[in-house]
């Protein structure tokens, strides 16, 4: 059963969330996405990767756990 996406309106079969504006988005419209540990999983879109303060605070977040992470490991 295809989804819509949120962003494009396109019909997707896997949809994430954007961790800074909500939204569903497909595989398309993903701009970037990292995992901050083994069970969660940072994405940002588009959209939000051409605001400047959601970006600083994406990618501090994704250095922040893989430091953490090594420190654990």
């Known amino acids: 059963m295809p989804l819509l996406c949120e962003?494009?309106?396109r019909e997707v079969y896997r949809v994430e969330v954007c961790n800074y504006c909500g939204r569903k988005?497909?595989?398309e419209c993903v701009?970037?996405?990292q995992?901050?540990?083994?069970?969660?999983?940072?994405?940002?879109?588009?959209?939000?990767?051409?605001?400047?303060?959601?970006?600083?605070i994406y990618?501090?977040?994704?250095?922040?756990?893989?430091a953490t992470a090594q420190e654990t490991a």
């Open 35 to 56: 995992r901050a540990s083994k069970i969660s999983r940072l994405v940002i879109c588009k959209d939000d990767w051409s605001n400047i303060k959601k970006r600083t």
């Open 59 to 66: 990618k501090n977040k994704g250095a922040k756990a893989t």
């Open 7 to 9: 962003r494009c309106k």
């Open 31 to 33: 701009k970037s996405s």
């Open 25 to 27: 988005i497909g595989v």
